[in-house]
């Protein structure tokens, strides 16, 4: 079955300048990317990105970690991988959330760290699952930026839009 999952190389993997290291061991699941950027990560961003953890103690700090702050690099690459059983194969290869539970051949388990604060660096997030990969791929990105349909979508005409275009 196929499926869509969010990935970002986070800050601390581009700081590191990882780029090139993950997506090779990304290759390896023979997914297809189907839309990918580079993104500075507002507060609002990261906290709707993280807000099945507000509340949580660490909630600040993993807001914080996604926004660059700790790594002086406020972007991520957020990237779409599609294909049969994908979230699977990303999360697979991705390893355990805590990097030293991670296996060590996985992304997580060769670069990433907890730091003295407890923050957990780990490099890369994976979508857990169909619902999650929905959810935060709409957050990240807009139909247009997609280059398979994924999920429904309406024409909208919005009005007294305020863009950005080139001078």
Request: net charge positive; no cysteine.
């Amino acid at each position: 079955m196929n499926q869509a999952t969010l990935v970002l190389v986070k800050p601390d993997g581009l700081k590191k300048s990882l780029t090139g290291n993950i997506l090779t061991r990304l290759s390896e699941t023979k997914l297809e990317i189907v839309a990918t950027k580079m993104a500075r990560v507002s507060r609002e961003l990261a906290a709707d990105h993280y807000r099945h953890l507000k509340g949580k103690p660490f909630f600040d700090d993993v807001v914080k970690y996604l926004q660059g702050e700790f790594h002086d690099r406020r972007k991520v690459m957020a990237m779409v991988y599609w294909g049969n059983d994908a979230i699977k194969k990303v999360r697979d290869i991705a390893g355990s959330t805590n990097p030293e539970e991670a296996d060590p051949v996985s992304i997580r388990g060769s670069y990433g760290r907890i730091t003295t604060h407890g923050v957990f660096e780990n490099v890369i997030h994976a979508s857990s699952d169909e619902k999650d990969a929905e959810r935060e791929i709409k957050l990240w990105f807009k139909p247009e930026d997609i280059i398979v349909d994924l999920y429904p979508t309406k024409e909208a005409v919005i009005k007294d839009l305020k863009t950005k275009s080139w001078a």
